[in-house]
């Protein structure tokens, strides 16, 4: 068996990496930490894990060695502790955006002065479609965020067939998951419930993940809206002069074809025609469709997965998969359900 | 104009407090207080009465003196300023827990032991439809709670008339509303939706206010359901013998024939056929239902309001249009909304 | 006392209808029909008017004489019982896509063949902050669509001013009420909840109904969301050359500085920054707001509604009381309710 | 591979039973029927299967032969057509109502006359914890309803060890998957939204099959709430004399210490101290949990599970997986997802 330790096992995203580890045939956890929860059981803030996990969170300086480690949120805050987290596992993969961006002046302009920007540009990208070979050998691995993975998805086979004009808008839509777990009266139930709230009206940082992946100039959008999980991008578009729906599509299908996890959703009948992250919850898939009005060229590519699974822990154990030459399905079979 | 002072208008009871009150024909809002506010504007957390007051909040140590004011948390913890606050005005409606129980053994078994025993049992119960008499001369009231007001006017009628065994089980369920706005992780969105959180699964402390209403012997359990507001009420009981439908009905109709905010809700058909809290939210009614099962005896009463409306602001608005001799609807004639 | 007619009160566009003119203090009604539900009491569908309305539907073909008509669907599919209906009050306001836009080939683009081209361009536009003075004397009004109302009020100060590029995109997002009251498995609730539906992922039909009133090139996509009440439109557009933000607050509020149901959101804190339906619902508000991006010029414009309210109801009553010379707030003074 | 087939393929029992089955290393789902949708892909009406199940619906009198057949709903109403479908396979799980009660008097009393009384009490109970040995040869076997699945598997252990007083209440409250697919007003969301619909006052039918499973007098009503999936029960009972909270403890986690889905839960700390279906979405867990008031000897005893699954698909594949002698967790593994 792989070891796995993952540092910050208390959020949303590190109950996801415990409950797809602990179900994965091929890997064990050997340590979850928690700066907040020391000594508390695991299962006692991931409550689906009961009978799952059996394990205590260790504070981070408490880190065994081991072959894998998932770093769920920033670490460059502190690089002596990051230094010495990492060096307790051959392989990281870092799901926080510390990573995420390689060009500093980028970075800058959605997160501020990065600590250590020496680090930018050296870790593989986790994202599985778009990077399978470099990560069947990175030992770091950046994996990127909710959006940006469901609107490169949606985006790169087009942009790379030149079929798209260089502007793109991005309107995001994403449950309350995508908050963290920790409190805050912004995302109280009776705060939160019903609502549309427009909390990045321009320039959401995801879009500079997606210029980077796609060579596109990006304006993005996003929203909160009520639900707990899902991810679900608009992106409006022109497309070339003369392009039509049976090449889009075509484009689509030949890039996705053997994709394990993206499905080309463009139904003609039946309640959902098009990528709904509502049937997509706890699966790995993400589901791209599209609309085109050839009369004006209008383009609309739709990308919809769970923000924690295919938007963050999902793309990391596919990632890990690949490194390790399993089937890269191991431990993401989970079909999502309907109705729920 | 008769001027209005609210302590603790920070909060969701405050904001009703506020909305029913700017909108009523015979009231002006004078000072609204919030401690951890103080200085910031009242619309900036009450958003939809932004055009409506045009106020600041106040440190509860500026209160100026005004002729009705509304407590709407507790203020035992610190009797001096308890005092000093309620000499600012001649009437008082205390919507915390405070007053609600006349017996200090009945207070300490739910709450600990009061700080001021003497002043339990001497506020009037504002509870219109029970104590309206009272009610048209008290300074000094006491609103129950949200639970216990629709327990209450579902089994108090029957109970009168000696249809009712005397014990009886309440299954209470509330929106996250109920709660109260401060942050905390049991309430946050992503932990809060979808649930049915028993978090009193014996003898919710509404259950003392309801003994005290009945005479009965109650034991109440309490969930808190996926909704914002509401509150649905659910009692169990066993008829006196030979208790036919139409005698209940009967007993219903007479108690409530008059009242504007009670209706008798026992429909055969349609999609709301018993009391449900959905078609309430924002309204003062609370909706009283029953099914029995002649057969057996077996009785259930159900009733239905608003927690934060008649299960509080709106019980004390009616109550002080009782006592200043004022239509007793005046404020309070929002119908509720369907569907929502 | 004015009389009024509501043809089609068993939707909820009716349903709200009822409960407006049920609170207006100079309007009754005095009849209310239904095709599928004459003889039925009206609430028996319409719960929340217990006690308020204490009526049966007729059918279509005895609706007797009024002073006022309201059309909640379309009637241009029978002209004959159209002609009949209408020639029963003076004046009448239509609520369905009728009478929307004035040209047959946007109307024929959208809907089809229109049965009677030559009604269209008649009817004033029942949008009081553009035609007020239109609807002072108008016997015929069309009352605009939920999602195009929320838009051309957003757009239309900043059109008008010059400081709009022409093309804009609008993303419409509406809750389930948007639907309509009669069944179908798309509406289902196991499978409407909780979705992020792009039901018209280009074109939709408001579209035109916004293009007709700004002059704009508009571009519209809508999603249905998991909320029963609510419309919020996202619009798209580059600001002409140098435009500050100071210039377009000023401009929406002396757009709507005396409106009485418009307000601009655009707060620096808080939970609610910008328009959001959440705190709207059963109010007759269009909150208006923005967010400029100087440096690209990219301008996101947002507008907020209920749509049964200010997306129907409430537009058509409020033109009532501009024809009539009341006040133009009577039956509309629901401030809306947080939380909720 | 042991060959399937599902007779009732189109709602929310059979979706799941595809989902269960295409992961299932055994099984090979070898037809799906239909009336309404024959013909149709699979896929087009459980969207969650695509690029999971390739199937076509076939009508029901074309159903091939296969090892093991599911019916997902009443076939007693043509008992020819029933003895053509039962005759295709060697075991049949039935989850339909049809064969839950042994005695007809008690079918007739919540469903009418039985169309083929001599069936009843012939079929083995599909509840693996309660009638496991049974299972392991029974070729016919009828799956117990969703509510009375967890109410039987929380009072049993209590009751079987005399330590509950004979009349017990139960309050069911349930999503609206629970109602199935088929359109109705009823279902609409605008209507079920918010709700907490006591659609069952008294009397709700599972009662009778908890009665025959405990031996106890069952009054159970039935609250239709806001979730799409999900069922949780509220038992209250009275306590033998002095019995304490760790005898209760220590019958349940005797009956239940081998049980892979039924889990224990009574937790001092956390948001999640009692059972609750939002974290069991998916999974195959029936939680049980109590409180007991030593003082009054009132017992809250608490059982939750997802509806679909160990309310319905999944006890029918743990009963397979037992009849063939394989691991019975074959096929049910997933966790369940916290936070949905």
Not at 63 to 85: I, K, N
Not at 90 to 103: E, F, G, Q, T
Not at 171 to 192: I, Q
Request: charged share 20%; aromatic share 4%.
């Amino acid at each position: 068996m792989t070891s796995v330790g993952i540092v910050g096992g208390a959020g949303y995203i590190g109950g996801e990496l415990l409950r797809i580890i602990s179900g994965h045939p091929e890997l064990e956890i050997s340590a979850v930490t928690s700066s907040r929860l020391a000594g508390r059981r695991v299962d006692g803030n991931h409550p689906n894990l009961r009978g799952r996990v059996d394990l205590a969170y260790l504070s981070p300086d408490r880190l065994p060695e081991c072959d894998v480690l998932f770093l769920t949120s920033s670490t460059v805050g502190d690089l002596q502790q990051r230094s010495a987290l990492v060096s307790r596992a051959k392989i990281v993969y870092d799901l926080s955006p510390d990573l995420r961006l390689a060009d500093p002046a980028r970075y800058r302009e959605h997160y501020g002065e990065h600590p250590a920007p020496e680090l930018l540009g050296e870790a593989a990208v986790g994202l599985p479609e778009l990077h399978r070979e470099a990560l069947r050998t990175a030992d770091s691995v950046s994996v990127p965020g909710c959006m940006a993975t469901a609107s490169i998805l949606a985006l790169r086979p087009l942009a790379d067939a030149g079929m798209l004009e260089s502007t793109v808008t991005v309107d995001g839509r994403v449950g309350s998951s995508g908050s963290g777990a920790s409190a805050g009266e912004l995302n109280l139930h009776a705060e939160r419930s019903g609502v549309l709230r427009v909390f990045a009206p321009l320039n959401h940082r995801h879009q500079a993940e997606i210029s980077q992946a796609t060579g596109l100039d990006v304006r993005m959008t996003a929203t909160g809206v009520d639900a707990v999980r899902g991810v679900q991008v608009l992106c409006r578009a022109t497309a070339a002069r003369g392009i039509t729906e049976a090449e889009v599509r075509g484009v689509y299908r030949a890039s996705y074809a053997k994709e394990p996890f993206v499905r080309v959703v463009t139904q003609k009948r039946g309640n959902y025609r098009l990528p709904e992250p509502k049937i997509l919850l706890g699966s790995n898939y993400c589901d791209v469709g599209f609309a085109l009005d050839p009369a004006s060229g209008q383009l609309l590519l739709i990308g919809a997965l769970d923000n924690l699974v295919k938007g963050g822990s999902g793309n990391a154990v596919q990632s890990l998969n690949i490194r390790m030459g399993w089937d890269e399905s191991l431990g993401l079979e989970f079909a999502g359900l309907h109705p729920a």
